[in-house]
């Protein structure tokens, strides 16, 4: 399905797409809605380098982000008719990418020869850490990344990567805005730990 909506996953130019309306979205979504292909390439379009990149930061595999963005929005379609037009798209895509990435993380729990104990590692603590800013680019501070425990890791990557708002990430990661706030300090003080450390080794 993925295929026949031309979507490869990979980073793009800039979304030709991002400044539309959110009246516009909620046209194309009712369009999809009833089955209409073309409304489908647009929402993957316009969504396709959000969720990718979320699930290539939680994963630090561009295969296997790549296979989980297919599989997100193959559950998106699916379940598209429950959606509310209206609403915001975007948070909902990355909570069911949250999911798939954790789906994941079960399967290969499941499955010792496919190491799954390295998606997931143990909590830190500390400050906040100007590297932050370099999330998306820097490729020390990105492998540093893949040690800081899930949740607190896809809190700091929807924040600090993806710049959602707090209420935002709340939605997408299904817990209240508390919570939310406790895992980016504690997301935030690991990361620092483990900079400093020289990657978490």
Do not use: C
């Not at 030709?16 to 089955?35: D, Y």
């Not at 990718?52 to 008719?81: H, I, S, V």
């Not at 850490?129 to 540093?144: K, V």
């Amino acid at each position: 399905m993925i295929n026949a909506l031309d979507w490869s996953g990979r980073r793009s130019n800039p979304n030709p797409h991002a400044s539309e309306g959110k009246a516009a979205e909620a046209g194309w979504i009712r369009a999809a809605q009833r089955g209409d292909r073309k409304a489908m390439d647009h929402l993957v379009r316009a969504h396709q380098d959000r969720v990718y990149g979320f699930l290539y930061r939680m994963t630090n595999d561009r295969d296997l982000a790549l296979d989980l963005a297919q599989e997100t929005f193959l559950k998106a379609f699916k379940g598209l008719n429950g959606f509310k037009p209206d609403a915001a798209m975007g948070p909902w895509l990355l909570a069911i990418a949250r999911n798939s990435f954790l789906d994941q993380v079960r399967r290969r729990a499941a499955d010792p020869s496919q190491g799954g104990a390295d998606l997931l590692e143990d909590d830190g603590a500390g400050a906040e850490d100007p590297a932050l800013l370099r999330l998306s680019s820097d490729t020390g501070i990105m492998e540093a990344l893949q040690h800081v425990p899930s949740p607190l890791r896809e809190a700091l990557v929807l924040r600090h990567v993806e710049d959602l708002s707090y209420e935002q990430i709340a939605e997408a990661l299904e817990a209240p805005l508390g919570t939310v706030k406790t895992w980016l300090h504690r997301g935030r003080a690991s990361l620092r730990m483990l900079v400093e450390k020289g990657g978490g080794e």
